[in-house]
């Protein structure tokens, strides 16, 4: 199960540039590592920053998305967490 998560900019900058954290940087971390979870860029070769700002998790079943989703939607580096739905024939 996938997991979509899009940063605000400032926070996806920050993970990028390795820079001292900020509150919301550190905020987020717990929680990854908490979790045990690693945030991996959608786009990694972008250089886009709207694309830079969104990521993925694997997530092993859709409860334990659900979580993962409960945990990150309240935090302020995070604007949106939202598991993807299932590929579908047409």
Excluded: C
């Amino acid at each position: 199960m996938q997991i979509t998560v899009h940063l605000r900019s400032d926070a996806a900058r920050g993970l990028a540039e390795r820079s001292p954290p900020s509150t919301e940087i550190n905020e987020l971390r717990q929680i990854l590592s908490r979790l045990g979870i690693t945030l991996r860029p959608l786009h990694p070769e972008s250089t886009d920053p709207e694309l830079r700002t969104q990521f993925w998790i694997d997530a092993p079943d859709q409860a334990t998305a659900d979580q993962i989703i409960q945990q990150l939607q309240p935090l302020r580096a995070v604007q949106a967490a939202y598991s993807k739905p299932p590929d579908e024939m047409p």
